[in-house]
């Protein structure tokens, strides 16, 4: 049985390049055996063969990518910094902190850097302060998503902690759960990664307690993460 390859790429996302593989005869295009797609810039691959288990999985062939967690502690309270993104597929904003996918021209602490850099609103100095959490990178959807933690793929998770007088206040509130701070003028800058629709005004410090609410996963494992690299420092103490 032969099969044929036909190459498009898909038009409101031409960065995606398709590859559908049919039967030989067959001219069905919604029903192939096979499909794959890549994007170079992220280094995704994804792959969908009809009538095998799984019917779909998804590899970040460039290693999976990384999520930045900036962080303060004042009067003994966390706040996460976090900024808002339109999620096509969930058809809403979404908070959540800076992460993104890295290429296979850099590794994951460049890719760290380089989606704080992008997405945070803030001096690029700041990026030199990012560093890595402990603990293994996250499989996010084992399932759909094929990576292998053990071999270091996956999404690698870190913190970038900034001192009380590097933030100030947005909104005070008696109650620390609803005050919202956002970095010093002097440590702001512009969000450059305005094609993902992310908000301009960049990092916002929200109560970890009230950040816990978002609907974004990697915020959440993020969170987690974060939560016990302070609680592995305060016991060294």
Do not use: C
């Amino acid at each position: 049985m032969q099969e044929e390859s036909v190459s498009k790429d898909k038009p409101q996302k031409p960065d995606w390049k398709f590859k559908v593989k049919t039967i030989a005869g067959e001219t069905h295009s919604l029903n192939p055996k096979s499909v794959e797609a890549h994007k170079d810039n992220i280094a995704t691959e994804f792959r969908y063969e009809k009538g095998e288990m799984p019917d779909l999985w998804i590899k970040e062939s460039g290693g999976g990518g990384a999520t930045i967690v900036p962080y303060v502690l004042i009067n003994v309270e966390l706040y996460v910094g976090a900024g808002q993104q339109f999620r096509e597929l969930t058809g809403s904003l979404v908070t959540g902190v800076p992460r993104g996918f890295k290429g296979k021209d850099r590794n994951h602490d460049e890719a760290a850097k380089g989606e704080f850099e992008e997405e945070a609103g803030a001096k690029e100095s700041l990026s030199s302060r990012i560093y890595r959490f402990k603990g293994q990178p996250v499989n996010v959807n084992s399932t759909f998503f094929k990576s292998n933690p053990h071999k270091g793929e996956g999404h690698h998770f870190y913190g970038l902690r900034f001192e009380p007088d590097e933030v100030v206040l947005r909104r005070d509130s008696k109650t620390p759960l609803a005050r919202i701070f956002v970095l010093n003028p002097d440590l702001r800058d512009e969000v450059k990664e305005v094609s993902e629709k992310i908000k301009p005004e960049g990092l916002r410090f929200f109560h970890v307690d009230l950040l816990q609410n978002t609907s974004d996963g990697f915020t959440l494992i993020a969170l987690a993460r974060l939560q016990s690299e302070l609680r592995r420092k305060s016991s060294q103490v």
